[in-house]
């Protein structure tokens, strides 16, 4: 398999650090409000590597930070008054059922970064070891990256013009005022009670240590592919390398791979800009997470993406198309034993399988998902299929939808009754997005869900369906 790496700045081949197991960090969402659809394009843009990975025979193990306390998370807290992890819960839970709704495998861990802040420490006083780290003025501790010669290697940076002790104390800035970050800052009135003690006194952690520590605590000191949006290539990833690197002496990730931005006319999707549509905006609209997370791995991951409902439009109707010919196949085969594939049906899964191989190529690889379609369907009206050869075409659709993660086999009748509490329930939900009240219309879909039922909101009202 080719993939990018933003460290080489080249296409390279994956060779994993240990034969047939792949380690993936992906940094996670800040919690202080729902994700939007933009940061939904890079946990899209993870799942699918992650899938790809699978399907070519690796073991992936994949963990994924939740930043719950940062700036933004502190302030949450403080302006509706409650402690640190209450103010988080909701959107952590909330981020876990936007993964759900989007297909998005889950990751085997979900460290959160107030639950590892004595890693932080630890890694911290081994940069002090090496001569990496010191107090400043302020008492917050920070990175010499003057100290640390490879520092700027991921972004290319220009060190020749470095100005030496120059610092910076936010956890996000632009390339040409880099300095010394902070590692451990120091407490703030403005911090409340969001504190812990440290050699250093108290304070909290700046928001890079975080991803190092908890990387390398479930994934060990080396480890395979690094991801995230471009956002995060710098500082928040070169400073990772600094910390892991300075901290260890060994090489800290093999791949660095980055999404490019989802964009709304030419700009980027985001909080501050406030172009963006959450998961929820797009479901309240009638849209599926299906025909969304198909909008969002429909582009190549490294090509900039424009957000339109135009788009979503154009998956719906696409996916009307796989459906209808999936349902097609799945009444042909019958309960037949799968044979050998139509040579047309394995021409097109190796299209997919080449372009799936060749960095993510995920609109060749739907080219030819569609090509598998067209020609099942020809093959089909000129009752020309045998049930073995369905059965087989299903097989290899099968192994496609192990990265797409879109197609719905075996659909459950349209008939199938839905038991008398679970009509109530959504009947009184009727009733509560009429009267916009979107917090109960939230917990009864989960109490829907409890019972086994999904439902979507759609133009003409709420589909149900068993889970
Ligand atoms: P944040 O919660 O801001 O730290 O972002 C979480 C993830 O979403 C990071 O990997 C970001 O790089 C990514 N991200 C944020 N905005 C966008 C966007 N408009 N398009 C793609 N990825 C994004
Ligand atoms: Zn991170």
Redesign the pocket.
């Known amino acids: 398999m080719q993939i990018y790496n933003s460290l080489s700045r080249s296409k390279e081949t994956f060779i994993p650090l240990k034969p047939g197991f792949a380690g993936m960090y992906?940094?996670?969402?800040?919690v202080y409000n729902f994700?939007?659809i933009?940061?939904f394009?890079?946990?899209t843009f993870e799942d699918v590597l992650r899938r790809a990975l699978e399907l070519n025979g690796l073991e992936v193990k994949q963990v994924m930070n939740l930043?719950d306390v940062d700036d933004k998370t502190i302030r949450g807290c403080q302006q509706t008054q409650q402690p640190l992890k209450s103010f988080t819960a909701p959107y952590i839970k909330a981020f876990f059922d936007d993964l759900k709704t989007l297909n998005v495998q889950p990751a085997a861990v979900y460290p959160a970064a107030t639950d590892h802040i004595p890693q932080m420490l630890a890694l911290i006083q081994k940069l002090f070891d090496k001569g990496l780290a010191y107090v400043s003025t302020d008492k917050s501790v920070y990175f010499s990256v003057a100290k640390f010669a490879s520092y700027g290697k991921l972004a290319h940076l220009d060190r020749e013009n470095m100005r030496v002790g120059a610092r910076v104390a936010d956890d996000e800035y632009e390339k040409d005022g880099y300095g010394d970050f902070a590692l451990w800052k120091a407490w703030e009135p403005s911090d409340g009670d969001v504190a812990w003690d440290s050699p250093w006194g108290r304070g909290r952690p700046g928001w890079h240590i975080e991803c190092s520590a908890m990387s390398m605590q479930y994934l060990g000191e080396s480890f395979d592919l690094h991801t995230?949006?471009?956002?995060?290539l710098f500082p928040h990833h070169e400073n990772e390398i600094a910390q892991a690197e300075g901290a260890t002496g060994k090489p800290f990730v093999k791949y660095w791979m980055h999404?490019?931005?989802?964009?709304v006319n030419g700009e980027?999707?985001?909080k501050s800009l406030g172009n963006f549509f959450t998961l929820r905006d797009l479901l309240e609209k009638g849209y599926t997470g299906r025909e969304i997370r198909y909008v969002l791995i429909n582009a190549q991951y490294r090509q900039p993406l424009n957000f339109t409902f135009d788009a979503l439009a154009a998956a719906r109707a696409s996916l009307a198309r796989v459906d209808e010919c999936v349902d097609a196949l799945t009444e042909t085969a019958g309960n037949a034993v799968p044979a050998a594939a139509p040579e047309w049906a394995a021409k097109a899964y190796n299209a997919f399988l080449a372009a799936v191989n060749d960095d993510l190529n995920t609109p060749e690889a739907f080219a030819g998902l569609f090509e598998l379609v067209h020609a099942a369907n020809v093959a089909m009206k000129e009752k020309n299929l045998a049930p073995e050869a369905a059965a087989a075409t299903l097989g290899l659709l099968d192994k496609m939808d192990h990265v797409f993660g879109l197609i719905r086999f075996g659909r459950t009748p349209k008939d199938e009754a839905i038991p008398a509490d679970v009509t109530a329930l959504i009947e009184a939900r009727a009733a509560a997005r009429a009267a916009k009240n979107w917090a109960e219309s939230d917990r009864l879909r989960d109490e829907i869900a409890a019972k086994g039922y999904v439902v979507r909101d759609s133009k003409e009202g709420q589909k149900v369906k068993k889970a």
């Open positions: 992906t940094c996670g969402p800040t994700a939007h933009g940061n394009r890079a946990y930043t995230g949006g471009i956002d995060n999404c490019a931005h989802l964009r980027k999707m985001s």
